[in-house]
């Protein structure tokens, strides 16, 4: 009896922890996920602003534009738990090495999408232009830094 109480006590530690890895490694998958919608997102919102630029016309529709960029980046930030450079991500180690510098570039890019939005608002679209030419500048900077090449 004693025998049979060891063996399914270990048998359920093992299964216990088989179950917590998984879920480890779903959660991990799930932030991931969450990493490539918010960076697909983010793409929209400047393909919006591109479109606007293009247009040399109105330059309100990118103020929204400029706060859903602000918004995204606020959340990117918190989706690189340790662990989650595993899987399908794109993600370089230099994000968990260097993470004061990977918080510097989310703080530029925090910092453009807030000269975006103010050059949105302000109606001149050549303004714009420049902010959007910037923006684009600081995001392929953290590309360079902290992403792998897509192949």
């Not at 959340?75 to 370089?92: C, H, Q």
């Not at 001149?124 to 600081?138: C, I, Q, V």
Request: include cysteine.
């Amino acid at each position: 009896m004693r025998k049979s109480l060891i063996l399914a006590m270990v048998g359920a530690l093992a299964a216990g922890a088989m179950v917590g890895g998984a879920t480890i490694a779903m959660a991990q998958g799930d932030v991931i996920a969450q990493r490539k919608d918010n960076r697909k997102q983010t793409a929209a919102a400047m393909r919006a602003i591109k479109a606007i630029v293009d247009a040399k016309g109105p330059t309100a529709g990118a103020v929204e534009q400029a706060a859903k960029l602000k918004t995204l980046e606020a959340s990117f930030m918190k989706m690189f738990p340790a662990g989650s450079d595993k899987g399908e991500t794109r993600a370089l180690p230099a994000i968990w090495t260097d993470w004061a510098g990977f918080e510097a570039a989310s703080k530029a890019a925090d910092a453009a999408y807030d000269k975006l939005a103010t050059a949105a608002g302000s109606g001149n679209a050549e303004a714009l232009a420049a902010a959007f030419a910037d923006t684009g500048k600081t995001c392929g900077a953290c590309h360079q830094k902290f992403q792998a090449k897509a192949n």
